[in-house]
């Protein structure tokens, strides 16, 4: 048993920005209101129904990850965001159409009290959506400090002793790494000579590890997947995690891939589709937006069947990936996967799954879970990439030079393990063979 982690305790506000005041922010916010009122359940949500089991299986030590570390409390949680439309809460989520009019009439009242500060927005990044709340200045530079400005006069205002900021913006047009993400010197560079490499998300990353706001990348936009933001983090000792909150079709797969691979069936093809219609679904209609979703979405396979080790079974798979803007579908998003493996003898067989879901309400306890899970990093002194948090993620930040792990079960043996490390309990390896000594 190692010597616990030092972490600092849990004192005042926490703050949790929002980048993004749509269907998924106003999703989590509404909900917990909802849950502190005593209104609902954290469904869904680790940090508040997960347990965590401690030493032997015949200790009978299984407490709730919230009684295990010490958590912030959704008592101590203040709302902040940013969004191009100035909607308050309530007005953004009747709009959204995620929740019922019985759930949204019962937070009306706190809902309408959250509005957003004017954002950082280029309509060159995300092609399908425009709106009057932006800011203006000379240069990005200019824009980042403002956001800074906003940050601090944020927690002044609401008494917020610290804060966290959890992406959940649209999805940006792809953009690969140029020489201005190499270093934070280039970085800094552009943002001063307004670089258009330097995207709307990256700006908010930089302002918030500047103003000491770990930061999650809930797209698969760069933001701060890059080495400049890197540099950044380490030196203002600041965790970062991301990126693309795992959802729908990709969770599917994080469960099922490894299920095929740990059984050695074979893979001839799986093809996804989907259908969306609320405004993420508008935004990747565009094809240089959905690019970047593509990219996240087609690394999950390749990363998780391992084909250099075993190429007779997954050398040679085809990997295809749609996305449909559907209007009346509205948030309630479908996932129809075509799945076609074969086994012995080479014998075919076919899985199909048509999963009917939500995506706002997948995402929701994914912000809160990141959003507590980042402010207990910062008290604990972990700063830079959090590859921990890769259970909650479509493409997982990793070090330079080592590939993600993407199955859903070996990234929750990792983030139980890490909580287990911070507070000196022993690592669970699973080998059992202790019982029978």
Same mark, same amino acid.
């Given at each position: 048993?190692?010597?616990?982690?030092?972490?600092?305790?849990?004192?005042?506000?926490?703050?949790?920005?929002?980048?993004?005041?749509?269907?998924?922010?106003?999703?989590?916010?509404?909900?917990?209101?909802?849950?502190?009122?005593?209104?609902?359940?954290?469904?869904?949500?680790?940090?508040?129904?997960?347990?965590?089991?401690?030493?032997?299986?015949?200790?009978?030590?299984?407490?709730?990850?919230?009684?295990?570390?010490?958590?912030?409390?959704?008592?101590?949680?203040?709302?902040?965001?940013?969004?191009?439309?100035?909607?308050?809460?309530?007005?953004?989520?009747?709009?959204?159409?995620?929740?019922?009019?019985?759930?949204?009439?019962?937070? +009306?009242? %706190?809902?309408? &009290?959250?509005?957003? /500060?004017?954002?950082?927005?280029?309509? !060159?990044?995300?092609? =399908? @959506?425009? #709106?009057?709340?932006?800011?203006?200045?000379?240069?990005?530079?200019?824009?980042?400090?403002?956001?800074?400005?906003?940050?601090?006069?944020?927690?002044?205002?609401?008494?917020?002793?610290?804060?966290?900021?959890?992406?959940?913006?649209?999805?940006?047009?792809?953009?690969?790494?140029?020489?201005?993400?190499?270093?934070?010197?280039?970085?800094?560079?552009?943002?001063?000579?307004?670089?258009?490499?330097?995207?709307?998300?990256?700006?908010?990353?930089?302002?918030?590890?500047?103003?000491?706001?770990?930061?999650?990348?809930?797209?698969?936009?760069?933001?701060?997947?890059?080495?400049?933001?890197?540099?950044?983090?380490?030196?203002?000792?600041?965790?970062?995690?991301? +990126?693309? %909150?795992?959802? &729908?079709?990709?969770? /599917?797969?994080?469960?099922?891939?490894? !299920?095929?691979?740990? =059984? @050695?069936? #074979?893979?001839?093809?799986?093809?996804?589709?989907?259908?969306?219609?609320?405004?993420?679904?508008?935004?990747?209609?565009?094809?240089?937006?959905?690019?970047?979703?593509?990219?996240?979405?087609?690394?999950?396979?390749?990363?998780?069947?391992?084909?250099?080790?075993?190429?007779?079974?997954?050398?040679?798979?085809?990997?295809?990936?749609?996305?449909?803007?559907?209007?009346?579908?509205?948030?309630?998003?479908?996932?129809?996967?075509?799945?076609?493996?074969?086994?012995?003898?080479?014998?075919?067989?076919?899985?199909?799954?048509?999963?009917?879901?939500?995506?706002?309400?997948?995402?929701?306890?994914?912000?809160?879970?990141?959003?507590?899970?980042?402010?207990?990093?910062?008290?604990?002194?972990?700063?830079?990439?959090?590859?921990?948090?890769?259970?909650?993620?479509?493409?997982?930040?990793?070090?330079? #030079?080592?590939?993600?792990?993407?199955?859903?079960?070996?990234?929750?043996?990792?983030?139980?393990?890490?909580?287990?490390?911070?507070?000196?309990?022993?690592?669970?390896?699973?080998?059992?063979?202790?019982?029978?000594?």
């Amino acid at each position: 048993m190692k010597t616990p982690t030092e972490i600092r305790p849990v004192a005042g506000k926490l703050g949790i920005l929002l980048p993004g005041l749509g269907a998924v922010a106003t999703t989590f916010i509404a909900g917990v209101e909802m849950i502190r009122q005593g209104m609902a359940e954290p469904v869904g949500s680790l940090t508040q129904m997960g347990t965590i089991r401690l030493g032997k299986r015949t200790d009978n030590r299984s407490p709730r990850i919230s009684d295990f570390v010490p958590l912030a409390s959704l008592d101590s949680i203040e709302f902040g965001a940013w969004d191009l439309f100035p909607d308050d809460a309530f007005t953004a989520a009747s709009k959204a159409g995620v929740l019922s009019k019985e759930h949204l009439a019962s937070v +009306k009242g %706190f809902l309408e &009290g959250i509005h957003p /500060m004017e954002a950082v927005f280029d309509k !060159g990044y995300v092609k =399908r @959506l425009d #709106g009057p709340h932006v800011k203006t200045g000379a240069t990005k530079m200019d824009l980042a400090e403002q956001l800074m400005a906003d940050i601090a006069r944020f927690k002044k205002e609401r008494g917020v002793d610290r804060c966290v900021a959890v992406w959940c913006g649209s999805t940006e047009v792809y953009r690969p790494l140029t020489p201005v993400h190499a270093t934070l010197e280039a970085f800094e560079k552009g943002l001063r000579e307004n670089s258009d490499d330097i995207a709307p998300s990256a700006i908010y990353a930089y302002a918030c590890i500047r103003s000491g706001v770990p930061y999650a990348n809930g797209a698969p936009n760069l933001s701060v997947d890059f080495p400049a933001m890197h540099e950044l983090a380490r030196r203002e000792g600041i965790p970062i995690a991301g +990126k693309d %909150f795992k959802t &729908g079709q990709t969770l /599917m797969k994080t469960i099922l891939a490894p !299920g095929f691979k740990a =059984r @050695l069936l #074979g893979l001839e093809g799986w093809y996804s589709t989907n259908i969306l219609g609320n405004r993420d679904g508008e935004v990747l209609d565009d094809p240089e937006s959905f690019k970047s979703k593509e990219v996240s979405k087609l690394g999950v396979l390749e990363h998780i069947f391992q084909p250099h080790l075993h190429p007779k079974l997954y050398g040679h798979y085809s990997h295809v990936v749609r996305i449909n803007y559907y209007p009346p579908r509205g948030d309630n998003k479908e996932g129809w996967d075509n799945i076609d493996i074969f086994g012995w003898l080479n014998y075919p067989m076919q899985i199909k799954i048509d999963f009917l879901c939500r995506d706002s309400i997948l995402a929701a306890p994914i912000v809160l879970d990141l959003a507590l899970f980042l402010d207990l990093a910062h008290r604990a002194g972990m700063a830079g990439t959090q590859e921990w948090l890769s259970f909650y993620f479509k493409s997982p930040m990793t070090a330079e #030079g080592l590939y993600p792990e993407h199955d859903l079960f070996i990234q929750l043996m990792k983030l139980k393990n890490t909580l287990r490390w911070m507070k000196g309990e022993d690592l669970i390896t699973h080998l059992g063979l202790e019982y029978y000594d």
